[in-house]
Nanobody, 116 residues
């Protein structure tokens, strides 16, 4: 079955960096667009970044442009989110997602906390 497993979250100081990973299995990873989302306490889940199947096109939320970078390794069935110059408002649970036909599949999420 489809599985998405995020890792790499943790506590980081403002201005610091983290790299999240999402390992995928159960589907043909290389042909699907992948996305990273986040949900802060008391807020709705929001889109952070997406990357197309071959990695040729990416999109970002305005709030992370210039600071975050999404990438993928199709040989490893893994999508990454490099987060730099982090801010306290980046604190959230981060999820990866894939849409297969009309169904969305989510990972369990990884907590990211930006605090001094």
């Amino acid at each position: 079955q489809v599985q998405l497993v995020e890792s790499g979250g943790g506590l980081v100081q403002p201005g610091g960096s983290l790299r999240l990973s999402c390992a995928a299995s159960g589907f043909t990873f290389r042909i699907y667009t992948m996305g990273w989302y986040r949900q802060a306490p008391g807020k709705e889940r929001e889109l952070v970044a997406t990357i197309t199947a071959a990695g040729g096109s990416t999109t970002y939320a305005d709030s992370v442009k210039g600071r975050f970078s999404i990438s993928r390794d199709n040989a490893k069935n893994t999508v990454y989110l490099q987060m730099n110059s982090m801010k306290p408002e980046d604190t959230a649970v981060y999820y990866c997602k894939v849409r297969l036909r009309s169904d969305d599949y989510w990972g369990q999420g990884t907590q990211v906390t930006v605090s001094s």
